[in-house]
């Protein structure tokens, strides 16, 4: 059984900066892309940033790009998220997960608890 689990979350003013980290339990069958989602209360989740783990090819929600920064390393099947600049609006729980696609949440095979990221 694949466990993703993220850390990093926290409380922090606007402006502030934190790093999101998600490591896989074990090898992800066709996990060809590992990324990031964020739900706030009373909103549908949203994709947030995405890498593929055969390259390099990165995407980014309009929202953060410029102050998100998502990066990978597949020996320790683990990836992470560089929040910097952050906003109110960028309060939400932050999901870790691993699909076939980087598209949306719909191509995700797997899913992490979740991590609190609460900016004021």
């Known amino acids: 059984h694949v466990q993703l689990v993220e850390s990093g979350g926290g409380s922090v003013a606007a402006g502030g900066s934190l790093r999101l980290s998600c490591a896989a339990s074990a090898y992800i069958s066709r996990s060809n892309c590992m990324g990031w989602f964020r739900q706030a209360p009373g909103k549908e989740r949203e994709g947030v940033a995405g890498?593929?783990?055969?390259?390099?090819?990165?995407y980014y929600a309009d929202s953060v790009k410029g102050r998100f920064t998502i990066s990978r390393d597949n020996a320790k099947k683990t990836v992470y998220l560089a929040m910097n600049s952050l906003k109110p609006e960028d309060t939400a729980m932050y999901y870790c997960?691993?699909?076939?696609?980087?598209?949306?949440?719909?191509?995700?095979?797997?899913w992490g608890q979740g991590t609190q990221v609460t900016v004021s």
């Open positions: 997960a691993a699909g076939t696609n980087c598209g949306g949440s719909r191509y995700q095979r797997y």
């Open positions: 890498i593929y783990t055969g390259g390099t090819t990165t």
